[in-house]
């Protein structure tokens, strides 16, 4: 049972290496970040970082939707039109609602 216990913990989600928010394929990192950066789009390099600090491993499944959803924003070329205060608004209200749909084992699908 305890065996079990423990072979459930070691095999965590891990999050996509590529990501392909309105059909673009994005790479996705895992490494250091700035101080109290969880995760980052990079639209023009095409790549999503997401933190490599064990701290916010629990985060990281909600925060690559949160760096999916910018990216489905820029490559619309929404984003350029969106101040970035409304923009992140946009992005968190729709990353609260999508969180309880999404399959985030489906999130590197294409
Ligand atoms: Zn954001």
Same mark, same amino acid.
């Given at each position: 049972m305890t065996k079990l216990k423990t072979k459930t913990t070691l095999i965590a989600w891990a999050p996509p290496s590529m990501v392909y928010p309105a059909g673009i394929p994005f790479r996705v990192r895992v490494e250091k970040l700035e101080e109290g950066s969880i995760g980052e789009m990079d639209g023009a390099a095409r790549t999503i970082s997401l933190s490599s600090l064990p701290e916010h491993k629990p985060l990281l499944k909600e925060? !690559?939707? =949160? /760096?999916? @959803? =910018? +990216? #489905? !924003?820029?490559?619309? $070329?929404?984003?350029? #039109? !969106? /101040?970035?205060?409304? /923009? /992140? $608004? @946009?992005? #968190? +209200? !729709?990353e609260c609602q999508l969180s309880r749909m999404v399959n985030f084992d489906k999130l590197g699908e294409r």
């Open positions: 925060t !690559l939707l =949160h /760096e999916y @959803i =910018h +990216a #489905i !924003l820029y490559v619309s $070329g929404i984003s350029q #039109i !969106l /101040e970035d205060r409304v /923009e /992140e $608004g @946009i992005v #968190i +209200a !729709l």
